[in-house]
């Protein structure tokens, strides 16, 4: 492949037009690292109703895909600038003039497979359209995991792209998108591929699986994680599908937004500071203590939540624990939505701790950077964690990560070294309430001796995680498909 690399990021989302999770941000922070570079990239993504809002974008030409031999469905391809960067958008009404991008309530549509399966060949159709030969196809978690089979089975004899590869980074294997083998022609899936190697997964088809098959490559975003999908445990169910594939198989960490996420800029929260100036976070701590109504003393440490409510953050054993915990002259504050159940414990711990706990059940962005500038402490006991963004935040932010040792947070937490007082934050094993609140009464101890916190919080803040170092590591996979 030569040095300047024509690139294709075919994502389902974009951070700062459409985003529901990390897969958003990733694609915001690698493509202008790679351009950066000197490389082509353009982005293609759904035409959401939410993004056409969003964007200024105008229709260069239509197309039209064939699923399979009978199924053909028709689309306009529209152009748009952003942050630079040239984004494609397939237009569909019917497929993607919705409210939601996956789907409403809780509940994904039922169509999701098709939908995707179509935008994944009209990612093929639209390189044809710009007339943009790829040396490499980047494909995203299971919402274009059908777009290497496409590539190699439907395509395999198209000249246009016979030099093109493909890679697919999986930001969360937990999300597979499984649809019933009655869509396999509808999908443009030949039945010989119906089998344990490639699409078949308990009788259903497996999107992700078949990508994780056909794909040249396969990544995910960290080091760690990639270890732990070859286990019996981390797999998600695909272990043998990723064994299959190891020596296809790159964990690349993810980078951090510090446009966005550094205290010595960031225009969200009350007072700046840096590693080297940290009265202002003393400020940020008192208005964060008096925004929610607690106690403002300094002397008493403040643990920030920010989070999904979901099972994989580690609620089922972090709950109990703060109900422990909470007992000790200590605040909370936590800011999340999602799982009702989860809801209601934390709104009745409030309850309970009124002088110490404090839920806010939603999204404030401004808010969740205020409990990152004014909070000593952040919870994030993951039961598992691809990659992780919020301890890369709490790093840079001086509020010392309390991490269990998974995924991407084993990769950038280091834990606290009694004998070297060293590390940036606290690492825990065992997925139990009692190991967690062992940890959390370690982190006491240290919050009482100031220097060795201190200490802490600056070799947090020295930590960097950027997506220029993850753009070359990438660039590397791609020039290593022959």
């Known amino acids: 492949m030569a040095s ?3 690139i294709i990021f075919a994502v389902s989302e974009l951070a700062g037009i459409v985003k529901t999770g990390g897969l958003a941000d990733a694609a915001g922070g690698l493509a ?3 351009i950066q570079q000197g490389h082509d990239v353009r ?5 959401y109703r939410e993004a056409l809002k969003k964007l200024h974008s105008r229709v ?3 197309g039209e895909v064939t699923i399979n031999y009978h199924y053909k469905i028709g689309f306009a391809l529209r152009k748009a600038y952003f942050e630079g960067i040239a984004i494609y958008l397939i237009e569909h009404h019917d497929f ?11 509940e994904g549509y039922d169509d999701n497979s098709q939908r995707f399966a179509f935008f994944s060949k009209a990612v093929l159709e639209a390189c044809l359209l710009i007339d943009v030969r790829p040396d490499v196809i980047h494909c995203h978690d299971w919402q274009t995991a059908l777009l290497p089979y496409y590539l190699r089975i439907h395509e395999g004899n198209n000249l246009f792209f016979q030099n093109t590869a493909t890679v697919l980074t999986i930001h969360n294997a937990a999300y597979q998108q499984h649809t019933d083998p009655a869509q396999m022609d509808a999908l443009g899936i030949a039945w010989r591929y119906f089998n344990d190697a490639c699409f078949e997964d308990h009788q259903k088809i497996n999107l992700l699986k078949g990508g994780i098959a056909f794909a040249d490559k396969i990544t995910t975003v960290s080091p760690n994680y990639a270890e ?3 286990t019996e445990l981390g797999g998600h169910g695909l272990t043998d599908s990723f064994r299959r594939r190891h020596s296809d198989l790159s964990g690349i960490l993810n980078g951090c937004d ?3 996420w550094d205290p010595s800029i960031d225009e969200l929260i009350p007072e700046l500071y840096s590693k080297d100036a940290l009265q202002g976070k003393h400020v940020c701590k008192r208005l964060l203590q008096e925004r929610m109504h607690l106690t403002v003393d300094n002397r008493c440490p403040v643990y920030g939540v920010v989070s999904r409510l979901t099972d994989q953050k580690g609620f089922s054993f972090l709950l109990p624990a703060l109900q422990k915990f909470l007992h000790k002259n200590i605040q909370v504050v936590v800011l999340g939505s999602g799982d009702q159940k989860i809801a ?4 009745w711990l409030s309850q309970r701790y009124p002088e110490k706990c404090r839920f806010i059940n939603g999204f404030d962005n401004e808010l969740a950077h205020w409990i990152e500038a004014g909070s000593d402490f952040f919870l994030m006991p993951s039961l598992f964690e691809p990659c992780g963004l919020n301890q890369m935040y709490s790093l840079k932010y001086g509020a010392l990560p309390i991490v269990r040792a998974v995924g991407g947070l084993l990769d950038t937490v280091e834990g606290y070294d009694e004998a070297g007082e060293n590390g940036t934050g606290f690492i825990f094993e065992l997925p139990d309430a009692h190991d967690l609140v062992s940890c959390l009464y370690k982190t006491l101890t240290i919050y009482e001796q100031p220097k060795i916190y201190k200490k802490m919080q600056q070799n947090a803040m020295s930590q960097r995680f950027t997506w220029n170092a993850a753009a070359d590591a990438y660039c590397d996979i791609y020039r290593s498909i022959h």
């Open 4 to 6: 300047d690399l024509n």
């Open 32 to 34: 202008p690292a790679m």
């Open 43 to 47: 982005i293609i993504m759904p035409g």
């Open 60 to 62: 260069i030409a239509s």
């Open 96 to 106: 993607f003039g919705r409210d939601g991008l996956y789907g409403m309530h809780g």
């Open 228 to 230: 732990e999908l070859l």
């Open 258 to 260: 510090y446009r966005h």
């Open 344 to 347: 209601t414990e934390l709104q």
